[in-house]
């Protein structure tokens, strides 16, 4: 293969310039960028670790070089088979991208003959994603094994890890232990693989919800060999708390029962960190599957999945059925050039010093309206406020209200809420429990939120409070007046 040398095109083996109108310093100064920027690329896939941030246009200029080494971009290429790359719109022919896609219809991880450029982007995002969870997050387990990145939602990755399993046991392991976390994905993921749902119920100490590890317990000695593996949640809404993963992967060592763990948000935390890295240490754990878009602060569709077994993770990527959509590694390239190692180990940093401030104008909004804020300790990405002063129908118009405010992720609960998702019947649905006993409201503090958002949420969140109130008084002084008309006309 003849080599890349665009230097050696301009200038000439008499260190001359072929363009002779062109001055060859000017020439070389202008090709130093290129090679900068190539060298930059190459000590990425020597060293195995994400490189200094690259401004906007120079990330640009190195997607364009290496997409138009796929196979399509070539002048004098000819398809002659069913998938070539082949784009109608022009529209969509001038944003280029990986068209070919990522990986081959046995391997979502496999290199493509078609496409060198976009296999080079697939090895720089997980090479980047790597060096940012074992060195900025202090997973040293992954020091032995990888990670793999699937253009999959939280749910159908999860869905993907059950099938992993699945593969490699038994035909009698069909039950799944779930840790209750009211959040459809999960449930819908073990449906989907035809397997049975065994739902291990949540208790309420104090203002938290968690796993009764009692009962997992139980329910794992009495169902046996026929439960495939047991879904934890580190990454929850309050009043749930993380589950206590470091004792249930012991638990689960103990009975050689495989450990998936839906880390979905979960990688901004260092307290979730550090339990994982104590589950793999003390227990077991087969996949941690983590989102792209709520850790990494891209668009919506994509998934980390890791695990301190470095077979299993390539097995996983395996199951991955077809060959798969390259938008979602796209972004991720784009923004791990662009943010770069020291760029994401602020976002997350930032967000933990922004927690106290969070905490204090939540706190101050549930206290000028007589409610309080949950204690919801082990949770320091989502936290909620009591609406004990409300009913059902007015935490419902807190919800609406709070929404057209611009207002958005906040979830008001309410009680006695039931639902079927599935067959499966949820009591309390959204609060993780039968009866939480109270109305309450979460909102999070989350990677990307800004200290001027944060005061802004406590001003609206306020004043949609008291409004309803206002409204509340407004209603029950009609009442009044039409109580006093009615005693008068007796």
């Known amino acids: 293969m003849p080599k890349l040398d665009i230097a050696g095109v301009l200038i000439g083996a008499n260190g001359k310039s072929t363009a002779s109108e062109i001055p060859v310093n000017h020439l070389r100064v202008g090709l130093s960028a290129h090679s900068s920027l190539l060298s930059h690329l190459l000590r990425t896939l020597s060293n195995r670790v994400l490189p200094p941030p690259l401004p906007p246009p120079q990330i640009l200029t190195l997607l364009h070089l290496l997409t138009s080494l796929d196979t399509q971009n070539h002048p004098q290429n000819i398809g002659c088979g069913e998938r070539e790359a082949r784009l109608a719109s022009s529209l969509l022919l001038s944003r280029g991208g990986l068209i070919h896609g990522i990986g081959r219809s046995g391997d979502v991880n496999e290199m493509q003959p078609k496409a060198a450029g976009s296999s080079v982007i697939c090895c720089v995002v997980k090479i980047g994603v790597k060096d940012l969870l074992q060195n900025s997050l202090k997973m040293a387990f992954l020091k032995k094994s990888t990670v793999t990145v ?47 749902l065994l739902t291990v119920p949540t208790k309420k100490v104090n203002d938290t919800v968690t796993t009764d590890l009692v009962a997992l317990s139980s329910l794992l ?51 979730i960190n550090d339990m994982l890295v104590q589950s793999v240490n003390k227990g077991r754990v087969d996949y941690v599957v983590s989102s792209l878009d709520k850790n990494f602060m891209v668009p919506v569709g994509g998934a980390v999945v890791f695990g301190p077994d470095k077979g299993k993770i390539k097995e996983l990527g395996k199951m991955y059925p077809g060959r798969a959509n390259g938008r979602v590694v796209e972004d991720l390239f784009v923004s791990l050039l662009e943010v770069g190692r020291e760029g994401y180990e602020e976002l997350w940093e930032y967000r933990r010093r922004l927690l106290p401030k969070f905490v204090k104008v939540f706190g101050e909004v549930a206290e000028a309206n007589g409610e309080r804020l949950l204690k919801t300790e082990g949770n320091d990405i989502s936290f909620g406020m009591t609406l004990e002063n409300f009913t059902n129908e007015e935490c419902g118009d807190i919800g609406s209200m709070l929404f057209t ?71 029950e002084r009609k009442k009044e007046k039409e109580k006093e008309k009615e005693k008068e006309k007796e």
Not at 159 to 186: E, G, H, M, Y
Not at 259 to 265: S, V
Not at 455 to 467: I, Y
């Open 150 to 196: 699937l253009p999959t939602c939280t749910g159908l990755s999860i869905l993907l890890c059950l099938l992993t399993l699945k593969k490699s046991s038994p035909p009698t392991a069909t039950k799944v232990l779930w840790c209750r976390i009211d959040q459809k994905s999960c449930i819908k993921s073990v449906q989907s693989c035809g397997l049975t």
């Open 221 to 271: 000695a009495f169902h046996g060999s026929s439960v495939l593996c047991c879904i934890t949640t580190t990454s929850c809404f309050a009043p749930r708390v993380p589950d206590d993963i470091v004792s249930i992967s012991k638990i689960l060592k103990s009975k050689n029962t495989p450990h998936l763990i839906n880390n979905a948000y979960g990688l901004q935390s260092n307290f």
């Open 405 to 475: 405010r611009c207002l958005s992720g906040c979830r008001v609960v309410p009680t006695g809420v039931s639902k079927n998702i599935g067959g499966e019947e949820f009591r309390g649905f959204g609060s993780s429990t039968d009866d939480y006993g109270v109305c309450y409201l979460t909102a999070a503090c989350a990677v990307g939120m800004k200290e001027r958002e944060v005061n802004e949420f406590g001003k609206r969140l306020d004043s949609c409070l008291k409004e309803v109130v206002k409204k509340r008084e407004k209603r």
